[in-house]
Every structure is written in structure tokens, then in C-alpha cells.
């Protein structure tokens, strides 16, 4: 089952009438997302791998990807990532100790 991400108007699709926006399909921890925007935060990912889970000083999310279309890498907080069709997004949580 695959969900699709709300669209913002400062989602990069520079003022494209809805018709007209690119959907590309992403996967959250194994989860299917279909997409209209062209880059996701450090927070977006977060929310859409832990929906409603409340952030605490001794929270830590450790998000990496991968893509056929690029090299892997991670995004880091305060960071964001240029979408491409059909990455793997993998978010954890680790405590800090």
C-alpha cells in the first residue's frame, strides 16, 4: 500500500500546476510512498518513518538511503535529500548513553 505526501507550494516544483508535478515513489522502512515534492528533510523522513513518536533529548533518528540513480548516503538533522524514483530510505532510532 503506498501513500502519498501532501505537496507544499515551496516544495521545489517551482509554482507546476498539480497536473504537471512529477510523483516518484520512495520506500520508508520497507513502507511505499508516492511523492510530489523534490526534496524530503531530515524531519520529513522522520515523521513518515514514526508517525506521532515525540522526540526527547536522548532520541536519536539515524536515517541512511540508497538509490539506483545515485551514490548512498545519509541525511543528517537540519539536512535534506534530492528525491529520485524508487529510493530506499532506512530511519532508526538509537539512544544517546
Known amino acids: ?19 504537471h508535478k512529477k510523483e516518484i515513489h520512495i520506500f520508508i522502512n520497507t513502507r511505499e510512498f508516492l511523492v510530489q515534492k523534490t526534496k524530503l528533510t531530515y524531519q520529513d ?6 508517525p506521532g513518536d515525540v ?6 533518528y539515524e536515517i541512511t538511503y540508497s538509490s539506483e540513480h545515485g551514490p548512498d548516503g ?10 529520485k524514483e524508487g ?4 530511519v532508526g532510532i538509537t539512544n544517546r548513553s
Do not use: C, Q, R
Not at 500500500?1 to 497536473?19: F, K, L, Q, R
Not at 523522513?45 to 514514526?50: G, K, Q, R, S
Not at 522526540?55 to 536519536?60: A, E, H, S, T
Open 87 to 90: 529510493m530506499v530510505f532506512n
Open 55 to 60: 522526540p526527547g533529548p536522548d532520541k536519536v
Open 1 to 19: 500500500m503506498s501513500s502519498t505526501i501532501e505537496v507544499h507550494p515551496d516544495d521545489g516544483n517551482h509554482g507546476a500546476s498539480p497536473e
Open 74 to 83: 545519509s541525511v543528517g538533522v537540519g539536512g535534506e535529500v534530492k528525491l
Open 45 to 50: 523522513l522522520v515523521d513518515f518513518a514514526y
